[in-house]
């Protein structure tokens, strides 16, 4: 592509939300079209996908983050369009199209619904996908949902690390912006618990892949599910059960109007059965507990470099670390790898868990790999504690007796909220193995908390701080 500068990309990478190199030097060193959307009608633009790659200066060139790919879908118009001046990109001269205007496609109705046209041509082909044979650009469908192909596209603002789009009250597309070859674990997670019906997640209606052209690997790009349009965000929903405590401190947290126990409960119960289906549908293995601890010694080996103030903790965090290594062999099985409030939705049937990416800073192929479902039920842990700091944070007074009132009251929302939780999901008293490889995970993600405060909030550092010393108390 000898007619586009890089710079047309960098330029383009900065100013989004997206692009997880902010801050860091780069530069776009290479960058192919992979395909045009089809579904396009008369005076619609064309849709044209790009993947561009950024190398980082300030790691070594074999770092495993030196190189990453993004996805930029742009769309292509003849004459500039005012109503997307917020979404120009450029305008340059191409080989076929002559001088196009380049906007995000994202942003724009028209383009959105070449997309959705698209997914839906793909269900009425005979194997439900559409596959353009010079580019090997695919659109993927799964039976049992019709689509309006009529609905107008709405971008959602909120999101950072991918891009997501609803389309009308029907269905909701999630574009991946940083892609690497290989099967997204969000689009294979929800394919098999889609097909094993699965009550507690919004229903996969198709996804978007391309063959690499350099490895044969499949790059999946999107993908297209159910829309819980009326669902609460699981952190905002305790969030305002913490501030309704906050609004009389002499409450206690089971005598608030927004006590969350319940919700609680019914989450922990609904985590219990996702996991259920995990592990029938993808099966288990076991490990070696004493692989899981050293991995667990090396993370809290390389946080030590970053956060002084784990040192005092580190002789509590080793003990524990030998206790699990001492289990012999657990069971493991797909998870979701990255659990916590904000990964949850409340809606009229119950709740449902999205986003089965895992853990964005880990590999793509260790993401994939089976873990312990007491990963996630640390994870959920870690999100409960932190609600009522987030609270205190926001609603700071000069009165310290307020204050100190409200963290105290804060403390017993946490505790009642992580007890019911665990209860429901363990279905009663955790045995010994249960409990130290609980402790341990809780443990593996405060150290991991500790390392983003210190990097990006060093004021909250002190919240997880607190949860590893209360792991190491007797």
Same mark, same amino acid.
């Given at each position: 592509?000898?007619?586009?500068?890089?710079?047309?990309?960098?330029?383009?990478?900065? %100013?989004?939300?997206?692009?997880?190199?902010?801050?860091?030097?780069?530069?776009? &060193?290479?960058?192919?079209?992979?395909?045009?959307?089809?579904?396009?009608?008369?005076?619609?633009?064309?849709?044209?996908?790009?993947?561009?790659?950024?190398?980082?200066?300030?790691?070594?060139?074999?770092?495993?983050?030196? $190189?990453?790919?993004?996805?930029?879908?742009?769309?292509?118009?003849?004459?500039?369009?005012?109503?997307?001046?917020?979404?120009?990109?450029?305008?340059?001269?191409?080989?076929?199209?002559?001088? $196009?205007?380049?906007?995000?496609?994202?942003?724009?109705?028209?383009?959105?619904?070449?997309?959705?046209?698209?997914?839906?041509?793909?269900?009425?082909?005979?194997?439900?996908?559409?596959?353009?044979?010079?580019?090997?650009?695919?659109?993927?469908?799964?039976?049992?949902?019709?689509?309006?192909?009529?609905?107008?596209?709405?971008?959602?603002?909120?999101?950072?690390?991918?891009?997501?789009?609803?389309?009308?009250?029907?269905?909701?597309?999630?574009?991946? %912006?940083?892609?690497?070859?290989?099967?997204?674990?969000?689009?294979?997670?929800?394919?098999?618990? &889609?097909?094993?019906?699965?009550?507690?997640?919004?229903?996969?209606?198709?996804?978007?892949?391309?063959?690499?052209?350099?490895?044969?690997?499949?790059?999946?790009?999107?993908?297209?599910?159910?829309?819980? %349009?009326?669902? &609460?965000?699981?952190?905002?929903?305790?969030?305002?059960?913490?501030?309704?405590?906050?609004?009389?401190?002499?409450?206690?947290?089971? !005598?608030?109007?927004?006590?969350?126990?319940?919700?609680? &409960?019914?989450?922990?119960?609904?985590?219990?059965?996702?996991?259920?289906?995990?592990? !029938?549908?993808?099966?288990?293995?076991?490990?070696?507990?004493?692989?899981?601890?050293?991995?667990?010694?090396?993370?809290?080996?390389?946080?030590?470099?970053?956060?002084?103030?784990?040192?005092?903790?580190?002789?509590?965090?080793?003990?524990?670390?030998?206790?699990?290594?001492?289990?012999?062999?657990?069971?493991?099985?797909?998870?979701?790898?990255?659990?916590?409030?904000?990964?949850?939705?409340?809606?009229?049937?119950?709740?449902?868990?999205?986003?089965?990416?895992?853990?964005?800073?880990?590999?793509?192929?260790?993401?994939?790999?089976?873990?312990?479902?007491?990963?996630?039920?640390?994870?959920?842990?870690?999100?409960?504690?932190?609600?009522?700091?987030?609270?205190?944070?926001?609603?700071?007074?000069?009165?310290?007796?307020?204050?100190?009132?409200?963290?105290? *009251?804060?403390?017993?929302?946490?505790?009642?909220?992580?007890?019911?939780?665990?209860?429901?999901?363990?279905?009663? !008293?955790?045995?010994?193995?249960?409990?130290?490889?609980?402790?341990?995970?809780?443990?593996?993600?405060? $150290?991991?908390?500790?390392?983003?405060?210190?990097?990006?909030?060093?004021?909250?550092?002190?919240?997880?701080?607190?949860?590893?010393? *209360?792991?190491?108390?007797?």
């Amino acid at each position: 592509m000898t007619h586009l500068e890089p710079q047309v990309f960098s330029d383009y990478l900065v %100013r989004t939300r997206w692009f997880g190199g902010k801050g860091r030097p780069f530069n776009v &060193t290479g960058f192919r079209l992979v395909g045009e959307v089809p579904g396009r009608v008369q005076d619609s633009p064309r849709v044209v996908i790009h993947l561009v790659q950024v190398t980082y200066d300030d790691v070594d060139a074999a770092a495993p983050d030196a $190189v990453e790919l993004y996805q930029v879908p742009l769309a292509f118009y003849e004459h500039p369009q005012g109503r997307l001046d917020h979404a120009f990109v450029g305008w340059w001269e191409d080989p076929e199209h002559g001088w $196009v205007h380049a906007y995000d496609a994202l942003h724009d109705r028209e383009a959105m619904a070449c997309w959705l046209r698209s997914f839906d041509d793909a269900a009425t082909q005979e194997h439900g996908h559409t596959v353009d044979p010079e580019t090997m650009l695919t659109f993927h469908r799964l039976p049992g949902h019709d689509l309006d192909r009529d609905a107008q596209s709405m971008l959602f603002t909120g999101e950072q690390s991918n891009s997501s789009v609803a389309f009308g009250e029907d269905a909701l597309m999630k574009v991946f %912006r940083k892609v690497t070859p290989g099967v997204n674990p969000d689009v294979a997670v929800h394919d098999v618990l &889609t097909r094993a019906g699965s009550d507690h997640i919004a229903a996969l209606y198709g996804w978007l892949d391309v063959l690499d052209a350099d490895s044969d690997a499949v790059i999946q790009l999107a993908m297209l599910q159910q829309f819980l %349009r009326t669902a &609460t965000d699981g952190w905002d929903l305790a969030l305002g059960s913490v501030r309704s405590l906050f609004a009389d401190p002499e409450l206690h947290a089971r !005598e608030s109007g927004g006590d969350f126990a319940g919700e609680a &409960t019914r989450l922990g119960e609904a985590l219990r059965e996702l996991h259920e289906t995990l592990r !029938e549908s993808f099966g288990s293995q076991s490990i070696e507990t004493a692989d899981l601890a050293e991995q667990m010694r090396q993370r809290l080996a390389a946080a030590e470099t970053v956060v002084p103030g784990l040192g005092e903790h580190h002789a509590a965090l080793a003990a524990l670390h030998d206790r699990v290594a001492q289990l012999g062999r657990i069971e493991v099985h797909r998870i979701h790898g990255d659990l916590h409030l904000g990964q949850t939705l409340r809606t009229s049937k119950g709740w449902k868990v999205v986003d089965f990416e895992g853990e964005p800073a880990k590999p793509l192929a260790e993401r994939m790999l089976p873990d312990s479902p007491w990963r996630d039920v640390a994870g959920m842990l870690r999100s409960f504690d932190y609600v009522p700091h987030v609270v205190v944070r926001d609603r700071e007074e000069e009165d310290p007796e307020v204050d100190a009132q409200r963290a105290r *009251r804060g403390q017993e929302w946490a505790h009642r909220a992580r007890n019911h939780f665990l209860t429901a999901y363990a279905g009663g !008293e955790l045995s010994e193995t249960q409990r130290i490889l609980l402790d341990a995970y809780v443990a593996d993600k405060a $150290v991991y908390e500790t390392v983003y405060e210190t990097r990006n909030r060093p004021t909250w550092v002190d919240i997880p701080l607190q949860a590893v010393a *209360r792991i190491g108390a007797p």
